[in-house]
């Protein structure tokens, strides 16, 4: 089984943009979560029109967003904003992509390995699965922030790459966003980015990625294989 010419042994995707609707929940949930916290909103208002017009700006820890849009937050709020984001986030799940389950189902059935790469806790991860109908057993690994570092850094991987031992290169890591690339770039991993976490095509070229590798959607992927 092969991936632009080179054997494909692991596929490590991102799950929020690439298996579930970010863009459609994400401003409910972190006004939902301000509200709870009693914070001022107009900040986070500001910060949610901004990342309407450009989507760069969101990062992959919570807490480096909360730090952004309350610059006067410490860290302790910082994470205890990051935490209430994920409770938040069991309240009202992120729904998955209409071609989300199908396409897990395909590369089950093509004995693909695969692996999951977020910055989510386990709890909310297994829960926002289950509610979108994807079970927890078809991954053979699942790196989620319990394992000590943030993306980019790639050491988020070498959890995976411990269970899934194979070469790097013989891996790919599906995601929606630049700390998707970077730390896949970090991690020695080729990548291959999806458009429905809401950057353009544009935004991926201008990092170097080819065009090739750029897909409208996760469904998009099985196509690439060649068996």
Not at 8 to 14: P, Q, S
Not at 96 to 115: C, E, I, N, W, Y
Not at 127 to 132: S, T
Request: aromatic letters at 8%; a negative charge.
């Amino acid at each position: 089984m092969q991936l632009f010419d080179n054997p494909l042994k692991l596929v490590i995707m991102d799950v929020d943009g690439v298996l579930l609707d970010l863009v459609r929940c994400l401003r409910k949930v972190f006004e939902a979560t301000a509200t709870g916290l009693d914070l001022d909103m107009e900040p986070l208002k500001q910060y949610l029109d901004k990342l309407d017009t450009d989507p760069t700006i969101l990062s992959p820890d919570i807490v480096v967003d909360a730090e952004r849009i309350w610059p006067r937050m410490d860290l302790e709020a910082a994470i205890r904003f990051a935490w209430k984001f994920q409770e938040q986030r069991r309240k009202i799940p992120f729904p998955p992509f209409d071609h989300s389950v199908g396409t897990l189902q395909k590369l089950r059935a093509l004995r693909v390995p695969m692996a999951l790469c977020t910055m989510n806790d386990r709890p909310t991860l297994t829960h926002q699965l289950e509610a979108a109908g994807i079970k927890t057993e078809w991954f053979r690994a699942m790196s989620t922030w319990e394992c000590g570092f943030c993306k980019p850094d790639p050491r988020v991987l070498d959890t995976i790459f411990s269970a899934v031992p194979v070469s790097r290169r013989h891996a790919v890591y599906i995601g929606d966003r630049f700390g998707d690339l970077e730390t896949a770039r970090g991690g020695h991993v080729r990548f291959m980015a999806v458009l429905s976490g809401g950057l353009s095509r544009q935004a991926f070229l201008d990092q170097g990625i080819l065009d090739s590798h750029i897909l409208e959607h996760f469904g998009e992927f099985p196509e690439r294989i060649r068996l």
